[in-house]
């Protein structure tokens, strides 16, 4: 059937056929549970013998022991706790040098730097299409870029974060900016090549879309705007919440076309997420309480029930 996952992904693992889904679940809880454990043993090996790694070196080297298990086994736990780790790496070696209260300080640099690294890890899953064995790998690893991208967009659209502070004229209130910068450009710039790379296999391989492409580049060409020069709060607003609704226009109308109900209800929610905000911002002041609720609750389920029926039309 052309809405069955194994026509949409040729060569994915399926976990729940028939007979045998109990044994495939005890095998991804086994397999989910080995790769937890090879993290704790690094934080204990650290601990028993007093190295002291900094948490990057640490997430690192637990990602690398997962790497294998996700790669032979191709679950769908391993393949999101990969990824996971991935983004959690990189923001962790980005802000190596910086201490946590001085990040907090500016907490406008972390959506910058999840949104780069969900465009990279996105990226990253597109890649895994040229080889059909690794298409359920790919799927998951796209989805969650996808969802650290629409979080940290999102984000940034909200009035507290798109209004950066004054202050923060660059990158040296955080100190050690050098390193910082540097470990953030270096993340753009892969993430700019994976995605340059995946726009030349886009014609030959079916599963990477030709909007993608230059949506990505458009939005970490903003991330880097919004994370180097600091503009007036509706610059920025306005600039994230046009490359979020291309992204969620693009998201939505491949999950219809494909009958991907996981990538049509994440970009539903982003959606949602984005109407909501733009609703806030516009209409808190001028409406009452009473008046801005009444009007959320109904802007909330018309647009949900929209959602649900072409959800519904698209199986």
């Not at 040729?10 to 109990?22: C, I, R, Y």
């Not at 599963?207 to 709060?233: K, M």
């Not at 009007?295 to 959800?311: D, E, I, P, W």
């Amino acid at each position: 059937m052309p809405g069955t996952p194994g026509a949409l992904w040729p060569g994915m693992v399926h976990e729940e056929s028939g007979g045998d889904w109990a044994k495939s679940w005890l095998g991804s809880s086994l397999l989910l549970l080995s790769a937890l454990l090879s993290g704790a043993v690094i934080l204990l090996f650290s601990w028993l013998y007093e190295v002291s790694a900094p948490a990057h070196v640490v997430v690192l080297l637990w990602m690398l022991s997962v790497a294998p298990l996700t790669y032979v086994a191709r679950r769908t736990a391993l393949s999101l706790l990969f990824p996971t780790l991935l983004l959690a790496w990189a923001a962790l070696f980005t802000f190596r040098e910086v201490g946590f209260f001085a990040v907090m300080d500016r907490i406008f640099f972390l959506p910058a730097v999840l949104a780069a690294g969900g465009v990279l890890l996105f990226a990253f899953g597109g890649l895994h299409y040229t080889l059909p064995g690794l298409s359920s790998l790919a799927r998951n690893f796209r989805l969650i870029g996808l969802k650290a991208t629409l979080l940290a967009v999102l984000l940034v659209t909200t009035p507290a974060l798109s209004r950066r502070s004054a202050e923060a004229t660059s990158w040296t209130t955080l100190g050690s900016s050098a390193a910082v910068v540097w470990s953030f450009a270096l993340l753009v710039a892969a993430a700019a090549l994976l995605t340059l790379f995946n726009m030349r296999l886009a014609p030959k391989v079916e599963r990477l879309t030709r909007a993608e492409g230059p949506i990505s580049l458009a939005l970490l060409a903003v991330i880097l705007l919004y994370a180097l020069i600091p503009l007036p709060a509706w610059v920025y607003s306005g600039l994230f919440s046009g490359v979020l609704f291309l992204v969620i226009l693009a998201a939505l109308l491949t999950g219809w076309a494909r009958r991907d109900a996981r990538l049509a209800d994440i970009a539903g929610l982003g959606l949602l997420g984005l109407v909501l905000i733009r609703y806030y911002d516009w209409f808190w002041a001028p409406l009452g309480w009473a008046s801005f609720s009444a009007g959320a609750l109904v802007l909330t389920a018309l647009l949900v029930t929209v959602l649900l029926l072409k959800r519904k039309d698209a199986h």
